[in-house]
């Protein structure tokens, strides 16, 4: 099937390869906590995203970014770039260039139960985790045994309190202790509840400071 075309196969790839291949480019990137990614239009072949490049296109990971709008903005650039590259292709000015397999990495999918927070990591790393996995999976903890999902989080330049123990818990946030640092939360939804702020989710259930989570 690779070989009908007259000119070849192309996939664009999310990701500068060969760094991240395989199903989940966008996600693993943000939990490596990288600086920059980018998209790969690249020949295929019979093994996983290990074609020969064509082209490729870089962007910069910045702190608000999270999976779907990392995403969003690889497509537009991916587009961009298939323009670009497809026609100079077809005029034979571009010349592949094949993959330093030693450079490879693998981005494996991402599963469901990785959304669950392990407290005692540093915050940093946490926060990259729930960006990296927004919108899907998502991540979670649990209050007095009910899931309670992180909806939006961040660093909170605050004390550490323990792994998974509230802090301070007001307006502004659900300051919560990592095993490092702290993250603050603020939004968040019960399990069989909605969608709230913390200022919401407090007035019809105060944490006070000591509270577990996990």
């Given at each position: 099937?690779?070989?009908l ?5 192309f ?13 989940a ?7 490596d ?5 980018g ?6 072949d019979?093994?996983?995203d290990?074609?020969?490049i ?8 910045g ?11 690889l ?53 990259n ?9 998502g ?15 961040e660093?909170?330049?605050a ?25 603050r ?30």
């Open positions: 099937v690779l070989s075309p007259p000119l070849g196969a996939n664009l790839h999310a990701s500068i390869l060969p760094a991240y291949r395989g199903a480019p966008i996600q693993r990137a943000i939990l906590g990288q600086a920059a990614t998209v790969t239009i690249m020949q295929m019979a093994g996983l290990t074609g020969a064509l082209s490729k296109a870089a962007t910069p990971i702190p608000t970014d999270n999976a779907q709008t990392l995403h969003d903005r497509a537009k650039l991916g587009a961009e770039l298939l323009l670009e590259t497809i026609p100079r292709h077809i005029a034979g000015e571009i010349a592949a260039t094949p993959q330093d397999d030693a450079l490879a990495t693998h981005a494996a999918k991402i599963t469901r139960d990785m959304g669950r927070i392990d407290w005692s990591q540093p915050a940093a790393q946490l926060w985790r729930a960006r990296a996995f927004t919108p899907w999976p991540v979670f903890t649990r209050l007095d045994g009910k899931l309670l999902k992180l909806l939006e989080v660093p909170a330049d004390d550490c309190p323990g792994p998974g123990v509230v802090g301070q818990a007001d307006a502004d946030g659900i300051v919560v202790g990592c095993g490092d640092g702290a993250l939360i603020t939004r968040l939804q019960k399990e069989g509840s909605k969608r709230l702020t913390a200022a919401e989710f407090l007035a019809g259930a105060p944490l006070p400071a000591g509270t577990q989570l996990g």
